[in-house]
């Protein structure tokens, strides 16, 4: 069971987390293509692009979370 499956959102907190969620899914939609230009470029600066890669893997985590409470489990 979900940390999160018991917790009742209202619809403005469901709607607040909701913008979170596309927000964070566009930045990391955005993320991905800056990531794979740059690893295109011939001077491509491998700091910058480890550093994009873990600020991506980060938003991955906040989307996986947000969905778990907008989106839980339903049982069965």
């Known amino acids: 069971m979900r940390r999160y499956a018991m917790l009742q959102l209202d619809k403005e907190q469901e709607a ?3 913008l979170e969620l596309a927000t964070k899914r566009q930045e990391h939609s955005d993320l991905d293509a800056a ?4 690893s295109q470029s011939q001077m491509a600066d491998r700091m910058l692009i480890q550093r994009l890669k873990k600020r991506k893997l980060s938003l991955k985590d906040r989307i996986v979370q947000l969905e778990n409470i907008l989106l839980p489990d339903i049982i069965a």
Request: charged share 0%; net charge neutral.
């Open 16 to 18: 607040q987390l909701g």
């Open 35 to 38: 990531i794979h230009t740059l």
